[in-house]
């Protein structure tokens, strides 16, 4: 019997210290349910933890008060790659918060109180799959190149924002772009919203619902109306009207053929005076041979 009860204390020794290992390195008032996961959903914070372990890989803050993420963070918690960050007061992410080196596959940011989301948010993180920023309802503006270099992300969570514009550039930077949630958001039906429309048709297949699920304001009266009984003949006026970029490029070349055009004339008359000076003394020099 001795060898079995030697045998028995050696495991329960082991299992006591693995058992007070995590919770000396579990967060105050978190919990730990396993060695690489750390919970502090629901806890009122005010702002991230003290004392996360540095090779936690899954960090659950959902539902709490915190109103930034320093952007050194994921340069400390190199093994991180699930953040759940939903329900907390995020007004602003700072660039390149996320760097090339993250492994994270996992991050959300939804209903925040995000305004936009500028370049070089995400920081190239080539790992991140997928990417939740829904239910912000501040969120008015996403930069066309917000998600450069996220060349695995396949799931974009965009629903129920305030976008009523979005440049579709921001969305041809995502080629592994699997599934695309748009929902929600108070879509104007102008002409800037057309390169969006085409490209909603064109890739359907990418929203939960297809079309049916967003709507537009008709620019005249704000009345909404669902994509499904729009087409491109709706935006045909837009073909033929001018973009403030075309019109500012316009005026600049109209001004620079002006200035050569003058300065040609000037170059010109210069050149006739100048002969004809060199005309006069000519003939005045013959002249006086003459004599």
């Known amino acids: 019997m001795l060898p079995c009860v030697c045998w028995l204390q050696h495991i329960l020794i082991l299992l006591f210290s693995l058992l007070w290992t995590r919770g000396e390195n579990c967060p105050a008032s978190c919990l730990c349910p396993d060695p690489h996961t750390v919970d502090c959903s629901g806890r009122g914070l005010t702002r991230l933890p003290d004392e996360i372990p540095l090779d936690v890989r899954r960090l659950l803050l959902a539902d709490n008060w915190i109103p930034r993420i320093p ?7 190199s093994d991180l790659v699930y953040l759940d960050l939903r329900n907390n007061t995020l007004s602003y992410i700072e660039p390149g918060t996320l760097s090339t080196t993250s492994r994270l596959v996992y991050l959300d940011l939804g209903s925040n109180n995000l305004t936009e989301i500028p370049k070089g948010t995400f920081g190239e993180s080539r790992s991140l799959i997928k990417l939740r920023l829904g239910n912000n309802p501040y969120l008015s503006m996403v930069n066309e190149e917000a998600f450069m270099g996220l060349t695995s992300l396949r799931e974009l969570e965009l629903e129920r924002n305030a976008l009523s514009t979005l440049q579709v550039g921001a969305l041809n930077q995502l080629p592994s772009l699997r599934v695309v949630r748009l929902e ?7 002409c800037n919203f057309a390169s969006l429309f085409t490209w909603l048709m064109e890739n359907s297949h990418k929203l939960p619902n297809g079309v049916e699920d967003m709507e537009c304001s008709l620019p005249m009266d704000g009345r909404r109306v669902s994509l499904t009984q729009l087409s491109k003949d709706s935006f045909r006026e837009c073909q033929a009207s001018l973009t403030l970029t075309d019109l500012l490029i316009i005026i600049f070349s109209g001004i620079s053929v002006s200035v050569v055009a003058i300065m040609t004339s000037f170059f010109l008359a210069s050149t006739v005076h100048c002969f004809q000076r060199w005309s006069k003394g000519t003939k005045g020099d013959e002249e006086e041979s003459e004599e």
């Open 184 to 190: 929600g958001n108070p879509w104007i039906c102008n």
């Open 71 to 77: 952007s050194d963070f994921l340069v400390l918690y």
